[in-house]
């Protein structure tokens, strides 16, 4: 261990320190030194009511001193109305000194006063920062009743200035007592916990000031010393509080610490400590004991050798000398950990967030507070607000949290008609086939389900799959996947969700959950750790997605997955709630619906999920959050104006749909743009955790905070229909939401009412630009009343019925997304093909044609091959899973794509698409996956198994009829021209399916053929049925 | 008159140090006012800090001052004028000001070697300690950010206009 010398320090201490079981005798004395005859005590309640003010009371007896005054009535935070209060009570009993007797808060408004009165202001703000008290002040002396805060020697107060909810930090070497009292007798009284949080807190002092930046060799000294005491009496003092040597020994400990601490300052354990407790009131002990381990693992890239410095203190002689040096750090944050659980098996010292009392919704607001605390400055690694709320996720955890190494492998299968549940085993297999996610997902679905069952009845089932990289702290992986059989399409259907209820399904030991059959009576499905509960939801079924979300989730931990009012009633685009992020497409919510299942609860926090292979989870996490940094979409454009960025491009591109796709672009659309809705509504992020992208955001639309809508949402509900304002548009959004509705395809079957309206087909009050009766119709749908009923089927349910089949804009069933193909033909055949129907995510092309200008948008050529390329990709990712948005970062950031000229890197795109292919960089997902479950992957196998899912879905589509016939677009997409399309292009759809299935290996019927199968592994279990 | 035997010693100044510290916070000012128009990292720092705020950067106890005012979502650079600012960071003499602005050690270890001191709310010191960093990012060449800084700022393609123009216009001309 090597003694470090900074260039420069300074160290200062000037505090007597007198301690002892009976050292308070000595306080008449030490005031006639001080030239003091007359102080004035500072208190509260608690220390009176356990008799310590009698002790010190007693120390003056003889003693010729009057004490002037007994405040005792210092509340937990310290505040300028007291301390001003206290002031003129100490005036008016014509004091001399102060006697701080108690914790942090009697001895912080101890040193307010001290300000107070020396400067003969009551404006403490005036002397707010640092080293901003000139003059000297009156004697001070300090009697600690706890041993942690280590106040008695050091320079800081905080006061809390409860009329502007601020803390005030002031820090003087004025402020520093001149005594410090250490008598046993005034700790013998403190409860087994708050021993043990102190004691952790005296901990973190001396940690932290042993590895951040302002270290000394004098602090360091202290510090060490510190530790020592705490290893040998901290447990002692908890077990059994009337060990006087073990009480003196911690009241040294935290004196030490706190005198190491006040020169050297401590670092990001203190400062999210510091916001933890600010905005969810948890009590600064605990919070440093939650918050230690994972202060020190984050700082090991830069202080792994100090940290591993602790371990002599910490572990002792035998343990330090036994450890390899490279191990030393890890092994201290292992003892470290050790002693939190000996202490919650103690007393029950929290050992998460959760158990402490934290709402995961606090997270962002924590993490924000926690950057702007000033003891960042010293932490010796730099921490952004990506990574704070990293690290609160991790300390999230949950009650008696334990570790799990890579995916837990099982999947609870849950059966409402029995109300039984089985758990399936996910063989290694399975899992390098199909990776996890949707993937996974698919191939549970696959193997339990005959083809040809109608969606809504019980043999249909839905597979709701968390990703292996779900609760590791990889950057936006705070996402799960649900599959079904979609009852819109009467095919496959994946979607793809953030919220919070991936996380806590995750963390409750649960890698997915499977609900097959159908509940006689309303029910909602409470899922821990180790059973499952079916809850009676008869008064939950009618309430709206919030309002059944808000009931569901009363626990600390908890999370929902709520279906509205819509799945119950079947609306066959209805979707499913976590949080505030949506099951979107396909009508998931329906088939819940359909089961009488309400929701799902999942109980988290049980489970910390930790990579198989953690150097190399830490190198890969690294360079993916420096991808996302570096990346425009991923650190600019979606985090600031979020996915309604689009409509800049797809309107001055000519592919925004407007008027049920009669049109590509608007005069007004740009009111619908990001940044137009950023600036008019005052956004704010509120995004997945964990996300680094932070694409989400909530804004003030006419005086209610809402999310702001996606751009899909603008798209269909907006400038589809002819609507540009912003307010209509987020309330519309706000409606589908609590009716638990897919926007995409609402706003897609209410533009083709529009235009039947228009056209005479049908009745309604529905007329594209005008808001009046959306409102309305958006509840019939929810609610299936009237007509809404029937609007409730889609609008090719409403085609078939009324005609108007060549304006219904839907593929296989399925609405169209908010990207006009005729624009860009890649995303033409990707529609056509995509295995859900009209959907943009399959594989998402118009990014390389229009967003990024690398491929022609009308040229034929090279499309074939990417989409189908960025099909497996795109399942890839779904499997892992992560967001999408990453493939900007993962995938445009790699050196070779990043420093390749764009004109070059377009040239060779789009004429020799294979050579390119071979050369895209992805192998960072590999790298993610692989690091978790420990299962090596090369980057083919990786995308193999991409390939797998995609035609595995494919496959399954196949066997319910889908062929060549299914993949085309809808006649207006095909055959109508639109006014701002000067060129008139049509799409050449067969052209472009030719080559696709040339490319994926399917026959001319659009089927994959038996080759194609065997190559992938694909086994069909009903042999001879292919 | 007679000469006294120990005569009083009035203070001395260090003109060519001053002289670069006024030009470094000239810089610093314009580049500031330029950068919160220019880069949104700064625009979202900044955006937490209340309008018609100043702050102050100076050397005590008499030395070079640099004033930023936040106006219209934006900073505006003020000058040196001795102006009341609600949040004050200070170098604690010239020495020590022109080793942290002339990029000698940084900011952290300024703050860990006890050159600056600071008064006013820490919150609003620690968004505009992001905010220079993020200037630090455009003026200097990253082989001298990573000796002063803990991690550098992002600096993509998009981030070499904002370069440019705070180079270019933010420093002659304030835009």
Known sequence: MNTRIPPYYEFHNPVKIISGHKALENLPFELEQLAAARPMIITDKGVVRAGLIDIVKGAFADSGVTIGAVFDETPPDSSVETVNEISKIYRAAGCDSLIAVGGGSAIDTAKGVNIVITEKSDDLSRFMGAEMLKKPMKPLIVVPTTSGTGSEVTLVAVINDTKKSMKMLFTSYHLLPKVAVLDTRMMSTMPPRITAATGMDALSHAMEAYICLQNNPISDAHALAAISLIRDNLVKAVKNGKDVDARLAMANAACMAGAAFSNSMVGMVHSLGHAVGSLAHVPHGVAMSIFLPHGLRYNLPKAAEWIGGLLLPLGGPEIYATTPQAERAHKTIELVEDLRETLHELCGLPLTLTEAGVDRDQLEAVAEAAINDGSLVFNPVEMDLHDALDVLNQAYGGEGAREQSGPSNRVLEVDPTTRTWQVHHVSEMERRAYLGGKGLGLKLYYDRVEPGIDPLSEENMVVVMPGVLMGTGAPCTGRFAAVTKSPLTGIMTASSCGGPFGMALKTAGWDGIIIKGKSETKIFIEVDRDKVTFHDAGDLWGLTTSEAQARMTGEKGTAALVIGPAGENGVRFANVRSGDRFLGRGGLGAVLGSKNVKGIVAKGGYTKILPKNEAAFRKAKKRALSYIRSNDMTSRVLRNFGTASNTEFTNNNNILPVRNFQDGRHDEGMKLSGRTLAEKHASKPHFCIPCSIMCGHKGTFEGKSLPIPEYETVGLLGSNLGVFDGDVIAEWNRICADMGMDTISTGGTFAWVMEATEKGLIRSELRFGEPKGVADALYDIGYARGFGAEMGMGSRALAEKYGGEDFAVHVKGMEVSAYDPRGCFGQALSYAVANRGGCHLSAYPVALEVLFGLLNPFRVGAKADFIAFLENLYCCVNSLQTCQFTAFAYVFEPPLTKYTPHFLLGFIMQNLPKAALRLIDFGLYRDLWSSVTGAPLSCKEFITAGERIHVLERYMNTREGIGRKDDILPPRLLSEYRESDEQRRTIPLDALLDRYYKVRGYAADGKPTDDLLARLGIEDRRAGSR | ?175
């Open chain 2, 1 to 175: 008159m007679q000469e006294l035997k120990f005569p009083p010693i009035p203070p001395g100044t260090k003109r060519l140090k001053t002289l670069i510290i006024r030009m470094v916070f000239f810089i610093m000012g314009r580049g500031l006012q330029s950068a919160s128009m220019h880069d949104p990292d700064v625009k979202r720092e900044l955006a937490s800090i209340p309008e018609g705020f100043r702050i102050q950067m100076r050397v005590s106890p008499c030395g070079a001052a640099m004033t930023l005012l936040k106006s219209d979502a934006g900073l505006r650079y003020l000058g040196g004028g001795p102006e009341d600012a609600e949040l004050t960071i200070s170098f604690k003499n010239t020495e020590s000001a022109f080793m942290v602005l002339t990029a000698q050690i940084g900011t952290p270890q300024g703050f860990a070697e006890h050159r600056i001191s600071v008064a006013g709310i820490l919150a609003y010191a620690m968004v505009f300690t992001r905010c220079v960093n993020i200037l630090m990012g455009h003026l200097f060449p990253s082989f001298i950010n990573r000796r002063i800084m803990k991690r550098l700022p992002p600096m993509p393609l998009r981030k070499q206009w904002v370069r440019i123009k705070i180079y270019a216009l933010g420093v002659p001309f304030g835009k």
